[in-house]
């Protein structure tokens, strides 16, 4: 982000001191990364400045008196808004957006559009220390896509029941005229539709079955990157795209439905996804170097990891893939996915997973399952050695984690092109 705002010509001020007020700023912001205690925190309480939330700021300078459609759910979030954003913008609909990731089409992650249509991602991570909400319960759409829901962001909801809750507060937000778009299959959100829901619902399963009105249908070992788009069971036409993996067909179904609530035929959204190139960090081939293809994905839940993976092997066949993995997430370093990670990266050839310090659960133990075929790193500079050294020509490396991962996608390219020719 700081590289996007430095393109963008915004002067990035880093650090918590008081100094940052001598802007003398009109209102003061403040993300949830910003706590008590912080001496610009404590100063903007001092003085009685007026302050806002990221997202309350959003809802009435941005947001108020648009057509606000919100993407949310633990997993597809980022995806699912890009390609929404692009149908609208294909259909010559100038959408507003704000996403969580650069989508390609755009290269940028926000902008204001033209009115009414604005496009969100809707994280039910909380708002900030003096509001402890989910921050999509600011945004008040008139069309919600469910995307799916697990249990995630350990460090602030202690189980799955209080995260239903923040999605049921979020369902009492959408008029009777409004639309949800669900996931049809998934049971915990089917368990918040339950506990009252006053909006029509839409469902999406790749499957189809009773009660789906969105489903697909993909050809014979198939990677989805071609399948048939069908709307309560007529046949809309084929979807060939560069993306693939079943968790993307399931976040393109969500897109056209979303974008027919607002009158984008679906031939048309079909249409404009063909054209969609993905987004940053999402399954984002960042080169290759001695016959060496390294991607950088995003991916840091397990159920995530798994289709990432999938998704992969599904396009490369038997070719290796190794997949390399920082759990940097604050769920992930508190290990509580640690039951069910090894499993989730079983599909890959060889997994490397990078365990600093500040990962303080038996990691070791947790890959157990794997046998020989994990191989576990504490120190960094040892992990792009090692890993530079064992790659061969034909290899698929992922790369995964929600942050940058010491620029290890840039560094293993350049230490692979310096490296003799395979043999």
């Not at 009777?176 to 999406?204: H, K, M, S, Y």
Request: charged share 20%; net charge negative.
């Amino acid at each position: 982000m700081s590289t996007q705002l430095a393109a963008l010509g915004i002067e990035l001020i880093e650090g918590y001191g008081v100094e940052q007020l001598e802007l003398n700023p009109d209102v003061v912001v403040i993300g949830n990364v910003m706590s008590r205690g912080m001496p610009v925190i404590e100063a903007v309480l001092e003085r009685g400045l007026p302050y806002a939330s990221g997202p309350e700021w959003l809802a009435s300078a941005v947001l108020r008196q648009r057509w606000v459609l919100a993407v949310a759910g633990t997993h597809g979030k980022t995806s699912t808004t890009s390609m929404l954003s692009w149908i609208l913008e294909d259909a010559g609909l100038v959408p507003g957006f704000l996403i969580g990731g650069i989508p390609q089409n755009f290269g940028t992650s926000a902008r204001l559009g033209s009115a009414p249509f604005f496009v969100i991602e809707a994280d039910e991570y909380d708002t900030a220390f003096f509001d402890k909400r989910a921050k999509f319960v600011h945004y008040r759409p008139r069309t919600l896509i469910l995307n799916n829901l697990e249990y995630d962001h350990a460090d602030i909801y202690p189980d799955l029941a209080s995260i239903e809750r923040q999605f049921q507060h979020l369902l009492r937000t959408v008029p009777g005229g409004g639309r949800i778009i669900c996931n049809g299959v998934d049971e915990n959100l089917q368990r918040v539709l339950a506990a009252g829901c006053w909006t029509p619902v839409e469902r999406f399963a790749r499957a189809g079955g009773a009660g789906i009105h969105w489903s697909a249908r993909l050809p014979a070992e198939g990677d989805f990157s071609r399948f048939d788009v069908l709307f309560e069971g007529r046949d809309c036409g084929p979807l060939v795209w560069d993306s693939l993996g079943a968790h993307n067909a399931d976040n393109a179904l969500a897109a056209l439905a979303a974008a027919r609530h607002v009158g984008v035929p679906i031939e048309r959204g079909i249409e404009a996804l063909s054209r969609f190139k993905g987004v940053a960090r999402r399954m984002q081939l960042r080169g290759s170097a001695a016959g060496v293809h390294v991607y950088d994905d995003f991916a840091h839940h397990p159920t995530a990891i798994a289709t990432t993976i999938d998704g992969l092997r599904r396009r490369v066949g038997r070719q290796r893939i190794i997949a390399v993995l920082e759990p940097r997430s604050q769920t992930m370093r508190l290990g509580v996915h640690r039951q069910t990670l090894a499993q989730s990266l079983a599909g890959a050839d060889e997994i490397w997973l990078y365990a600093p310090p500040s990962v303080n659960w038996d990691v070791r133990s947790a890959m157990t399952p794997l046998g020989a075929r994990a191989r576990i790193e504490t120190d960094f500079e040892a992990l792009l050695a090692d890993l530079t050294l064992s790659l061969r020509s034909g290899d698929h490396v992922l790369i995964m984690s929600n942050g940058g991962f010491g620029a290890l996608h840039t560094r293993l390219l350049e230490a692979l092109e310096s490296r003799a020719p395979s043999s």
